[in-house]
């Protein structure tokens, strides 16, 4: 199943809003409505987002709008993934958004393949991988990149077993990383965060493999919680991967320069619309978290596993 579809002059999403008790589109009839799916988390993760925002750049161009003020509102719907800047500037400086769109939409599977044959290599026979959110096909157009290469361990015959935080307080773990693996009967485990250092102190866990929305000197940003998970790794020596394709890379700035998103108070104040703190809280509520080099043991990409820089 594809995250997004081409059809008709339109782009249809798949509503990760509603995942993982309906299945439905979600229909972008214009760069705005894009705009819009990506500020709500209609789409979500940073290689989605990123092909997404081309077809954005497309329904701009075919509505002979004004092609820069598109790209300069598409690239403001989130700050922190590398992707979404990167698409909307190869889009611009193409001669036709569709055709670029559409390669960034086949390159984006056959990157993830490629990144998932690389990865599973790291993947041992027996192993249980934590992963952290979602870096699957549902943060891709297809396959993904951290569940990309779980996927591609176990079709190569690896009886592996995964463990997936729930990713407080969007919950992508819970909703749409458990959901993928039981589609591919692929063995899970759900966990709250907070018990990822338990499992890696049990011994329960043989190698962490996240995706990243920024790849930069210094590190990488991904969903926050990512750092507990990595701190906790080094301590209990669980090789800890980041699985990311060149897309994500910025080598001109410090990871330390990101935007880190700051998200609506209201996720954390209410769990499925139930409030869990009392009225008036005061909430902080990053988005993204900062995982230093020295923590991670590899990045996987297209191209092979490099060593963080
Ligand atoms: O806020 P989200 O759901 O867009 O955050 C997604 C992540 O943090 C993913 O791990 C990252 O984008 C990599 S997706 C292949």
């Given at each position: 199943m594809k995250t997004m579809l081409w059809k008709d002059n339109q782009l249809l999403l798949i509503d990760q809003t509603k995942l993982p008790d309906e299945i439905t589109y979600f229909t972008c009839k214009n760069y705005q409505d894009v705009i819009y799916a990506i500020k709500t988390m209609v789409v979500r993760g940073a290689p989605a987002i990123g092909v997404a925002a081309a077809f954005g750049m497309t329904l701009a161009e075919l509505a002979g709008e004004d092609l820069q003020k598109a790209a300069d509102e598409i690239k403001a719907a989130?700050?922190?993934?590398?992707n979404l800047f990167w698409a909307v500037d190869r889009v611009l400086k193409s001669d036709n958004a569709l055709d670029e769109a559409l390669k960034m939409y086949d390159e984006d599977i056959e990157t993830n393949k490629s990144i998932g044959k690389h990865g599973a290599a790291v993947i041992g026979d027996g192993d249980t991988i934590l992963t952290h959110c979602n870096a699957g096909a549902l943060a891709c157009v297809d396959y993904g990149t951290a569940l990309g290469v779980i996927r591609a361990a176990f079709h190569e015959g690896k009886k592996i077993k995964v463990i997936c935080d729930?990713?407080?307080?969007?919950c992508q773990g819970a909703k749409l990383s458990v959901f993928e693996m039981q589609q591919e009967k692929i063995p899970v485990k759900l966990i709250v965060d907070s018990a990822a250092g338990r499992m890696m102190q049990e011994g329960k866990v043989n190698k962490v493999v996240i995706g990243a929305d920024r790849v930069a000197k210094g590190g990488v940003a991904n969903k926050i919680g990512s750092l507990m998970v990595a701190l906790a790794a080094k301590r209990f020596n669980v090789p800890f991967y980041v699985a990311a394709p060149k897309s994500t890379f910025d080598f001109e700035n410090s990871i330390y320069d990101t935007e880190i998103e700051e998200r609506n108070p209201k996720e954390v104040l209410y769990f499925r619309e139930c409030r869990v703190a009392p009225e008036g809280t005061d909430v902080e509520n990053p988005s993204f978290d900062i995982v230093p080099s020295d923590l991670i043991t590899g990045i996987i990409t297209e191209e092979g596993i490099l060593k963080p820089f």
């Open positions: 989130r700050p922190t993934a590398v729930e990713t407080r307080p969007f």
